[in-house]
T-cell receptor
Framework: KAGVTQTPRYLIKTRGQQVTLSCSPISGHRSVSWYQQTPGQGLQFLFE???????NKGNFPGRFSGRQFSNSRSEMNVSTLELGDSALYLC????????????FGSGTRLTVV | SQKIEQNSEALNIQEGKTATLTCNYTNYSPAYLQWYRQDPGRGPVFLLLIRENEKEKRKERLKVTFDTTLKQSLFHITASQPADSATYLCAPNNAGNMLTFGGGTRLMVKP
């Protein structure tokens, strides 16, 4: 079956702009989570969506937001980009993470200049 | 606050040897613990999950132990191969779909 698909793969944006990243989960997976990965901070949880509802949220400013559609596809948005937002943004889907873990996408590499 | 510690220094071993990676956690009691492998520029890949009532779990050349008294999990790769070179992440978790990951340990297997 197809894996988790993230688009775009690479993105370069200017400070102050906004960006939208997209994630298509594995078919049948209703939970989608987003993580930010940087060399200094490692993998940090952003938020989790289940059946179009945000179920968990990490410790990130309000500039980071997301949503999930009825087909389980998810988007995350970062407004007023800062240089420190440069990172690999990873999307992960699961049916039940307590059983089969997450399936991650390959990520979107965001560079803010 | 909850803390997860993995050795941040790279582990270098010779091909054919057993690699042992450590994951220590403090200030919480996870109901289960997961291990992932991550290659550069890619997303992590799920390897194994072990529950608090399981002492040990195996999958092919991989073995994971979970000691809730020591608050530690050990991850072993037997008969290691250069293709096993990657960063390995642990994620102890209490419940729900929100995983917290350790910083990862980079494993380098030399031919």
């Amino acid at each position: 079956k197809a894996g988790v698909t993230q688009t775009p793969r690479y993105l370069i944006k200017t400070r102050g702009q906004q960006v939208t990243l997209s994630c298509s989960p594995i078919s049948g997976h209703r939970s989608v989570s987003w993580y930010q990965q940087t060399p200094g901070q490692g993998l940090q949880f952003l938020f989790e969506y289940f059946s179009e509802t945000q179920r968990n949220k990490g410790n990130f400013p309000g500039r980071f937001s997301g949503r999930q559609f009825s087909n389980s596809r998810s988007e995350m948005n970062v407004s007023t980009l800062e240089l420190g937002d440069s990172a690999l943004y990873l999307c992960a889907s699961s049916s039940d993470v307590r059983v089969g873990g997450y399936t991650f996408g390959s990520g979107t590499r965001l560079t803010v200049v | 606050s909850q803390k997860i510690e993995q050795n941040s220094e790279a582990l270098n071993i010779q091909e054919g040897k057993t690699a042992t990676l450590t994951c220590n956690y403090t200030n919480y009691s996870p109901a289960y613990l997961q291990w992932y492998r991550q290659d550069p520029g890619r997303g992590p890949v799920f390897l194994l999950l072990i529950r608090e009532n399981e002492k040990e779990k195996r999958k092919e050349r991989l073995k994971v132990t979970f000691d809730t008294t020591l608050k530690q999990s050990l991850f072993h790769i037997t008969a290691s191969q250069p293709a096993d070179s990657a960063t390995y992440l642990c994620a102890p978790n209490n419940a729900g779909n929100m995983l917290t990951f350790g910083g990862g340990t980079r494993l380098m297997v030399k031919p």
